[in-house]
């Protein structure tokens, strides 16, 4: 009698591979948790424009309702980014996952440097309401970042099929 197992039929190969994500489990449940993200970072910059623009009327007039309106696109190329990028890429390896959001991120902040830079010197807008609501937006954005990840229910382990 021998012990090899490819000699029994009822002992099922050992895999060789990983299986592949099947639709439904972990990939669905880390999407619903970008999505969150997502959501709730528009809704916050969509409050933030109408708060900005209002009280940066009141504060400074015209100059501070276009420092408002330039902080939240600011915030919104700076927060949005990454969350897009998560979840149009969150299907791939993660080699592919990791060389778009470095790269997201590295165009995120040279479009905002570039901005900033090419804003500097001009006087149309106010300074302090767009520090201000750009301030508001990127940490608002990065807790609701972690408050989706912390509350999103991914697994672990995926159950095999």
Known sequence: M???????PDVPEPATTAP???????GAAA???????LRDTLLLLGALT??????GWLVAGLPGVWGALIGVGLALVFSGTTVV??????HSSPQKMAAVVMGAWLGKVIVVIVVLALLRDLDFYSKPVLAA???????GSAYLDYRAVSRGRVPYVEPSA
């Open 2 to 8: 021998t012990t090899d197992p490819a000699d029994r």
């Open 20 to 26: 592949a994500r099947q639709p439904g489990t972990t």
């Open 31 to 37: 999407d619903a948790v970008f999505r969150t993200a």
């Open 50 to 55: 109408v708060l900005g623009v209002g009280i």
């Open 85 to 90: 990028s998560m979840l149009a890429t969150s």
């Open 133 to 139: 609501v750009l301030a508001a937006g990127v940490l």
